[in-house]
């Protein structure tokens, strides 16, 4: 294993902008496989080398600002799949309603009747039916 220790030495490796990359290639691939379209097989091949060429790479500063770049896009769009994970997850036993005042969005147990909320951001009062 020290061969592969000092072969690794200086070298970039794996970081969320090359896990999305081999995701991508993955897809392409499965996409591929059931559609019977060989074009998307040869074109998964590129994220995949790109993925490779990346965890290989000596060049870390220009890894870390393509990876700075890519998580600016992918960190928002991460906590938006969260969020709406979560509503799906809590729909059972919560009722979700937005604030009038600033979009915020609160969280009530389901069936006590008529409640007066209020919004934990900007403090604005608003009555629901949960
Ligand atoms: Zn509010």
Redesign the pocket.
Known sequence: MNWLRNFMMGRYGVDKLNIALLVFSMILTFISSITDLAILLYISYIPLILCIYRIFSRNTNARIQENYKFLKFYNPAEAWVKKKLNIVKGSKTHKYFE?P??K?TVRVPKRKGKVAIT?P??S?KFTKNT
């Open positions: 604030c005042n600033c915020q919004c951001k900007c604005t």
